[in-house]
C-alpha cells in the first residue's frame, strides 16, 4: 500500500507541475509529449472542417492523475497508515 501510496503522490507532484506550466508559461507537458490527433474533411459543399480530438493517452495521463488525487486524498482524510 506504501508503493501505491507514493506512486500516486508523485502523480500529483506531476500533475500539479504541468498545471504550473499551463499557468505560468501556456505550456501543457501532456500534450506536448502526447499530440492531440488534428483531422480535416471536407464536405460535399467544399466546406473544410477541422477536428481535434484529444490523444488517448492523454486522456489515460488526466485520468491517473484525477484517481491519484481522490486516492491520496482519501488516504488522508481516514488517517491510513501507508505514507508512514
Known amino acids: 500500500m506504501k508503493v501505491i501510496y507514493w506512486i ?28 492531440d490527433v488534428i483531422t480535416k474533411a471536407v464536405s460535399a459543399t467544399g466546406v473544410e472542417t477541422v477536428v481535434t480530438t484529444l490523444n488517448k493517452f492523454a486522456m489515460m495521463t488526466y485520468t491517473l492523475v484525477g484517481i491519484s488525487a481522490v486516492f491520496v486524498f482519501i488516504s488522508n482524510a481516514t488517517g491510513c497508515k501507508c505514507k508512514a
Open 8 to 35: 500516486c503522490l508523485i502523480l500529483l507532484v506531476v500533475g500539479g507541475l504541468n498545471r504550473a506550466l499551463i499557468g505560468w508559461m501556456d505550456l501543457n507537458l501532456v500534450t506536448t509529449v502526447f499530440p
